[in-house]
């Protein structure tokens, strides 16, 4: 695990493996669902995929890592201007939990509960090892 201090304002890491992150956000829950299981919405804040509803299923996410910044010059050093990685569906319970393997990244979830007007998001990132990938999964979902 990391020697540097992780700075838990924006998450937490527990157990030097799990990234928690939680964040309140503007509803509906169909809305925030949207963006997290549409292709084009999800484009927008992570990756391109269309993703076939089923436990099992198979999806290829695909980032455009110059979209996601302001501007090229902007990207991550060691960062393409296109990657992708190929998914497997875990678990798909519309509109509350979606949770895929992410290969050599770890297994991601995303619950969703009504909070008010708005929405709490719990993004969870388990099996994150080495401290490379640790701090750029870190950076990137922050």
């Known amino acids: 695990m990391t020697n540097r201090p992780f700075n838990d304002r924006h998450g937490q890491l527990l157990d030097g493996g799990t990234l928690c992150i939680q964040r309140q956000l503007p509803g509906p829950?169909?809305?925030?669902?949207?963006?997290?299981?549409?292709?084009?919405?999800?484009?927008?804040?992570?990756?391109?995929?269309?993703?076939?509803w089923q436990p099992g299923a198979t999806f290829e996410l695909t980032w455009r890592n110059d979209e996601l910044s302001a501007s090229p010059a902007e990207r991550p050093d060691g960062f393409g201007a296109e990657s992708r990685a190929t998914c497997t569906l875990q678990e798909v319970d519309p509109p509350r939990c979606l949770r895929y393997l992410w290969p050599e990244v770890g297994e991601v979830t995303f619950e969703l509960q009504p909070?008010?007007?708005g929405v709490l998001l719990t993004l969870t990132h388990r099996r994150l090892s080495g401290e490379r990938l640790i701090l750029n999964v870190c950076a990137g979902w922050h």
């Open 115 to 117: 909070a008010g007007d």
């Open 29 to 52: 829950i169909e809305r925030v669902w949207a963006y997290l299981t549409d292709s084009e919405l999800r484009r927008q804040w992570l990756a391109s995929g269309d993703m076939a």
